[in-house]
């Protein structure tokens, strides 16, 4: 982790470190134009928002972090 400033200012500062950024930049875009799929990606948030609600508890009626969102929704 030491070297990451170095690597930020290199990406930031430096045109070869801009030139790279893009290039990274657009291969991650043109990455996700193709290989996911909406239904992939649909599951893997309903997944997210399971893990969420086990996270604060939401799962259980009678915990307090169901009841607090309980409340804000109401």
């Known amino acids: 982790m030491e070297e990451l400033p170095a690597l930020v200012d290199f990406l930031i500062d430096d045109p070869e470190g801009e030139r790279l950024s893009a290039e990274i930049a657009e291969a991650g875009y ?26 604060y508890d939401l799962v259980d009626p009678e915990s307090d972090g169901f009841k607090l969102a309980r409340d804000r929704m109401l």
């Open 30 to 55: 043109t990455w996700s134009t193709q290989v996911p799929r909406k239904i992939n990606i649909s599951i893997h948030l309903c997944r997210l928002f399971i893990e969420l609600a086990d996270l």
